[in-house]
């Protein structure tokens, strides 16, 4: 369990968004994946933490952008796990530029 500073912001992070968090997510369930994906031709890093509830869907979007680079990353749980994840991005957009 987080420590109360880091719960305090989580909740925090969910109250500024009551509003407004549907519509994320209703454009990206809403948005054809299968038919625009394959188009993407940039650079493009799949990532997600194993404990995301998203997860189990991540091999399929890297079957639809196979040139993609897929890689599970550690989360920001804690000070390590957030550095490891960092460093993943960093990697991705550095070897992007």
């Given at each position: 369990?987080?420590?109360?500073?880091?719960?305090h912001?989580?909740v925090?992070?969910?109250?500024?968004?009551?509003?407004?968090?549907?519509?994320?997510?209703?454009?990206?369930?809403?948005?054809?994946?299968?038919?625009?994906?394959?188009?993407?031709?940039?650079p493009?890093?799949?990532?997600?933490?194993?404990?995301?509830?998203?997860?189990?869907?991540?091999?399929?979007?890297?079957?639809?952008?196979?040139?993609?680079?897929?890689?599970?990353h550690?989360?920001?749980?804690?000070?390590?796990?957030l550095?490891?994840?960092?460093?993943?991005?960093?990697?991705?957009?550095?070897a992007?530029?």
């Open positions: 369990m987080p420590d109360a500073d880091a719960l912001d989580k925090v992070e969910v109250l500024k968004a009551a509003r407004s968090f549907h519509l994320p997510y209703r454009a990206a369930l809403g948005h054809d994946k299968r038919a625009r994906l394959p188009l993407v031709s940039v493009t890093l799949l990532t997600c933490a194993a404990d995301d509830m998203l997860y189990q869907y991540l091999d399929a979007v890297h079957a639809l952008m196979p040139d993609a680079r897929c890689a599970t550690h989360g920001t749980g804690t000070p390590e796990a550095a490891r994840t960092v460093a993943l991005f960093e990697q991705h957009f550095t992007s530029a």
